[in-house]
């Protein structure tokens, strides 16, 4: 179990591509679990079995990635007939995307083995964009509302080596309660259009998350996990997002009986979109008139390094706050990059 748990901190990461707004909204299992209100250390004292967790997390994208190679905006801006059209130069071009998501999860503890949890995010999205076309050389889309409801469950056991170790074995459904129908005025054509992938707020699809984990409370308090979350079918625009997998790990440090701060590296592996929605072509040899109207540019691998502070503010109210910065981006074909991540949660139990 040792070299188990040695091989998943050396491999964590977080690696995914662009971020379409609900897998942004997606709340961790990680989070809800781990971090649970009725972890052992920090929550023992309380005798209600049903707890309330609030999220914001926000995220913002800038700049150019292919592969590992950083691209200017004139390198991914087509300028017109003077140039030539290539896959990977567009004539509409997002500069700047700002992702913003409210959670709100209801948790209940079954028993000491079974807890669940059902969570619902509202999401509010942001993209300034430059093109070539007339009229529309610098404009905004923005959506909001909200996204895909989860339903997790998760069953936990202790380490027979150990009175510190508890394994954890999570698993849930996405209801596809987000709206995937968003309209928008682009240049593609005049009035409202649906709006690209990264603009939607759900994915249109059942989707089924699980994830197995390791926590240890003992004098080193860390945890490590492997997760996924499997996309199922296709949408009604004929489409489904990629599948995501991912392997993390997080250390936490003592600093008094009711703070901790904690350090995480997440790794996330993400699929491209299969399928495609063609409302988003247009009728040319190129027909997608934005990298992010192109199913098989999403994906990739990022790694995510987040720091962050827990504080025990009484017996049963809780707050963490953390920021995050990717160290490390590969992308599938040129997607905007990720600049920096951040979150802040308060948890209650009633």
Known sequence: MKYLILSLILLSSEAIGQNTPTEFAEMSMQQLF?????????????????????????VEFEGYLD?????????????????????????????LITQKAQ???????????????ISVPYIQQRTDHISIVGN????????????????????????????????RFSFGINLPTGSIDETGDTPREPGEQPLPYTMQ?????????????????????????????????????????????????????????????????????????HGQDDSLLVNSPFPYPAGITNPDLYGGKKINVRLGILWKMT??????????????????????????????SISRAM
């Open 34 to 58: 781990n971090e649970s209100i009725y972890e052992v250390k920090l929550y023992n004292d309380h005798t209600s079995p049903w707890s309330l967790t609030y999220q914001y997390k926000t």
């Open 67 to 95: 592969g590992t190679n950083t691209l200017s905006f004139d390198e991914v801006l087509w300028n017109g007939p003077s140039e030539p059209r290539t896959a990977k130069n567009f004539p509409i071009l997002p500069t």
């Open 103 to 117: 959670i709100f999860a209801l948790g209940y503890q079954f028993s000491p083995h079974w807890h669940g949890h």
């Open 136 to 167: 529309y050389e610098f404009f905004t889309i923005k959506t909001q509302g909200v996204g895909d409801a989860s339903i997790l469950a998760s069953y936990k056991w202790f380490d027979a080596d150990s009175d510190t170790g508890v394994w």
């Open 201 to 273: 707020l759900g994915s249109g699809t059942y989707d089924f998350p699980f994830e197995l984990s390791y926590l240890n409370t003992g004098a080193h308090d860390f945890n490590v996990g492997l997760s996924a979350n499997i996309r199922s079918g296709a949408n009604d625009r004929n489409y489904r997002l990629g599948n995501n997998y991912s392997l993390h790990g997080g250390y936490r440090i003592d600093l008094s009986p009711t703070i901790q701060t904690f350090a995480r590296v997440n790794f996330m592996y993400s699929l491209p979109i």
């Open 315 to 344: 017996k049963d109210y809780r707050l963490t706050l953390e920021i995050g910065k990717p160290v490390y981006q590969n992308m599938n074909g040129p997607q905007p990059k990720e600049k920096w991540q951040s979150a802040f």
